[in-house]
């Protein structure tokens, strides 16, 4: 069974850093897809970020330009560095994976579900707090 493991949340002041990580069991990061996405309380599930077994990246236009995503294949980590943390950015933190030739069932129940969009990863994380104070 393939788990993941979110790290590295907490509260920082506006301005600061912040590095998640998402460490995985049962899959590996270097031929998965993998991605994070963020829920805050009363808003939607947003995806944050995402990068591909051939190593492509995507960003939210929210994060872009502040945010990075990466995978140590060592570690069998994906990490999520987040620099100039806004508060806008208060939300918490998901890490979600599909091993190689993952079908994801359409309603399929998901911890963070973007509105519209049917789920695009089977496997998610439990979620980590991040709280960015004015």
């Known amino acids: 069974a393939v788990r993941l493991v979110e790290s590295g949340g907490g509260s920082v002041q506006a301005g600061g850093s912040l590095r998640l990580s998402c460490t995985a069991s049962?899959?590996?990061?270097?031929?998965?897809?993998s991605g994070w996405y963020r829920q805050a309380p009363g808003k939607e599930c947003e995806l944050v970020s995402t990068i591909s077994s051939d190593g492509s990246t995507y960003y939210a236009p929210s994060v872009k330009g502040r945010f990075t995503i990466s995978q140590d294949n060592a570690k069998n980590t994906v990490h999520l560095q987040m620099d100039s943390l806004q508060p806008g950015d208060t939300a918490v933190y998901y890490c979600?994976?599909?091993?190689?030739?993952?079908?994801?069932?359409?309603?399929?129940?998901?911890?963070?579900?973007?509105?519209?969009?049917?789920?695009?990863?089977?496997?998610w994380g439990q979620g980590t707090q991040v709280t960015v104070s004015s």
């Open positions: 979600a994976a599909n091993p190689p030739q993952t079908w994801v069932g359409p309603f399929l129940s998901v911890p963070c579900s973007v509105p519209g969009e049917r789920p695009r990863f089977g496997n």
């Open positions: 049962g899959l590996t990061f270097d031929d998965s897809d």
